[in-house]
């Protein structure tokens, strides 16, 4: 294998095929809690719409979690790396504006695992959601506002 960084080995292989699912995560920047700031995590939840929107992606379920977030997605157009770049450079634009920051909001690289069809997706779903309660930030998942599963 080249000798190379860590996010840049993680893109070696990758393969992104339409109507297949995904679960995608990344963090933020240092693992800074930027979306403690729920007002923020929301701009985030908001680039997760723009995508479906735009015919990029399904959004199956999600969680934006303090320092980072875990999107199961059913690809729809364009290859998994241009939608998380959307996604990434769209929701820093949109952070930095409300909050006053500048530069970079996301680490490089996602972690991304293809799903066969026959997982259990609702199963995923449910540990993807419950991750909050997992961190110990609520003491009931659905306490937690910045979630949703088309199945729950």
Request: charged share 20%; glycine share 8%; no cysteine.
């Amino acid at each position: 294998m080249p000798n190379l960084p860590a996010s840049h080995r993680l893109r070696l292989g990758r393969y992104a095929e339409p109507n297949r699912i995904y679960l995608l995560t990344t963090n933020t920047l240092g693992r800074a809690p930027v979306f403690q700031d729920f007002t923020l995590g929301r701009l985030v939840v908001g680039q997760f719409r723009h995508a479906q929107n735009q015919g990029w992606a399904n959004s199956l379920a999600w969680v934006v979690m303090p320092d980072h977030f875990h999107w199961l997605i059913e690809l729809q157009q364009g290859s998994l790396s241009e939608l998380m770049q959307k996604t990434k450079s769209l929701s820093t634009r949109a952070v930095n504006m409300a909050s006053g920051r500048r530069g970079r909001l996301w680490q490089q690289g996602y972690h991304d695992r293809a799903l066969r069809r026959e997982e259990d997706l609702v199963q995923l779903a449910r540990y993807v959601v419950t991750n909050p309660l997992r961190a110990g930030l609520v003491a009931r998942y659905g306490d937690y506002p910045l979630w949703d599963a088309i199945w729950v």
